[in-house]
């Protein structure tokens, strides 16, 4: 495979249609349909079906697609990693985060990191499970900052332990509920969560389960704690956030409600796809992160 085809399947993937990648590239369409008859003739397999419509990637299109994107992805951080070493500056990180690092750690962990790459370009997006996983494979983030129980990520990623953090049951400072402690009495109340597969309300909801405890009655899914955190504070909505929480700014807002449930523990890590090495500047910035993670340990177990 040579770097014009990587160029020209990629975009055909992108865009659907032989005249949308010609015209996105520069290039004819015939360029375009000789390009993917190599590649074709290349692997010894029909990669898209035509119709008057654009193309279909077929089951090996798909295939080809995914390594295809890992690999200029790889081209990519290659090209950042020499600039680098030539004496440039400039450097992409993008990084999933969860909202607790973004209300602790992120501000020093961004402060530390200009020190290196002052002129790295920057971008930190919501780390919750359902966001990052796909995030990942797409090379869409570097890697991500995350709680997750370690026993639910697959081999197609590494995890990085660095921190063990617990839950509790929280509510707005003023609950009517505040000064609960028996489960029953909050079962009937609305709960927002996600329940994303590997999420910590996914084991919570199971840990439950396993303890003979009635499930909430009433819960209200969301993947987006900005969502979460304003219900919280402008209802009677409760919520399964870190006990870290009490730590943040955030504290005077909320309520811990000591009820005797069980709450299964997460691990706080770095994640990222096992086919993809960081760039220089993606390791240096997790370098940065690992130091911030250990220190706010280091406080909290002392």
């Known amino acids: ?27 004819s369409q015939a360029a375009i349909t000789k390009a993917i008859k190599e590649l074709e003739e290349d692997l010894g397999a029909a990669l898209v079906v035509r119709s008057s419509r654009g193309v279909v990637l077929t089951e090996s299109g798909k295939a080809l697609t995914l390594r295809a994107r890992l690999a200029d992805i790889q081209l990519q951080i290659a090209r950042q990693d020499i600039q680098l070493l030539q004496g440039g500056k400039h450097g992409r990180v993008r990084v999933g985060v969860t909202p607790m690092t973004t209300m602790t750690i992120l501000a020093m962990v961004i402060r530390r990191f200009r020190q290196i790459l002052p002129d790295a370009e920057l971008g930190f997006f919501e780390g919750l499970l359902p966001t990052v996983l796909p995030g990942l494979r ?34 707005r400072k003023d609950h009517p509920l505040r000064a609960a402690t028996v489960w029953n009495d909050l079962v009937d109340k609305e709960w927002l969560m996600n329940i994303a597969p590997g999420s910590h309300n996914q084991r919570f909801l199971a840990a439950l389960d396993a303890n ?14 900005g969502v979460m955190w304003n219900l919280t504070m402008r209802s009677d909505a409760l919520i399964v956030c870190p006990c870290a929480m009490l730590e943040t700014s955030y504290a005077p807002d909320i309520s811990r409600i000591a009820v005797d449930v069980p709450i299964p523990t997460s691990t706080l890590g770095i994640l990222s796809l096992a086919a993809l090495p960081l760039s220089f500047a993606a390791a240096k910035l997790a370098d940065e992160f690992r130091r911030e993670i250990a220190h706010a340990s280091a406080l909290h177990t002392g």
Request: a neutral charge; zero cysteines.
């Open 1 to 27: 495979m040579k770097s014009h085809h990587l160029r020209a399947w990629l975009k055909l993937a992108e865009m659907g249609s032989i005249r949308a990648a010609a015209r996105s590239l520069g290039l």
């Open 138 to 171: 797409r090379g869409d983030i570097d890697f991500a900052v995350i709680l997750i129980d370690p026993a639910y990520v697959s081999s197609e990623f590494v995890f990085e332990p660095l921190m063990e953090m617990s839950y509790m049951v929280m509510g």
């Open 212 to 225: 003979g405890y009635k499930r909430p009655r009433h819960i209200i899914e969301s993947d987006a704690f």
